[in-house]
């Protein structure tokens, strides 16, 4: 039986410059780097409150990345959207949709990460 989600993998072209979105913008942690066995080049990052890890992953020999539009994103949670934005926008990273309140007090919104991947946003009104 399965017993909880350990990673999600997302392929890259640009290895460096996706680890300095999810590192430098959004704040993950990067947990662990290596080469796997068949020569992908492998980078683990979490959020703080998150067991989970994102792994991205550049591996040429499979061609070139292509991701279409709202294919798949990655949520997370903020505290304050507003002040997100602000703080990503002021590092090139402006928000490309919201925010929106979600009608429970809080919002959502998205942001573009590198390699065409989408990432939204989520603040949490007071019921949830």
Do not use: W
């Not at 979105?21 to 290596?34: I, K, N, S, T, W």
Request: hydrophobic fraction near 35%; aromatic fraction near 8%; proline fraction near 5%.
């Amino acid at each position: 039986m399965i017993k909880k989600l350990l990673h999600t993998r997302y392929r890259v072209a640009d290895l460096e410059k996706t680890v300095s979105f999810y590192r430098d913008v959004l704040g993950l942690e990067e947990v662990r780097r290596h080469t796997s066995g068949r020569g992908s080049q492998l980078v683990f990052l979490k959020a703080p409150q998150s067991d989970e890890e994102i792994e991205l992953c550049k591996f040429d020999e499979s061609g070139p990345v292509q991701v279409g539009p709202d294919l798949t994103h990655l949520a997370f949670e903020v505290d304050d959207i507003e002040a997100f934005a602000k703080e990503t926008a002021a590092k090139g990273y402006p928000l490309s949709d919201g925010p929106h309140p979600n009608g429970k007090g809080g919002a959502i919104a998205f942001i573009d990460a590198p390699e065409g991947y989408e990432v939204e946003l989520i603040q949490r009104g007071s019921g949830r």
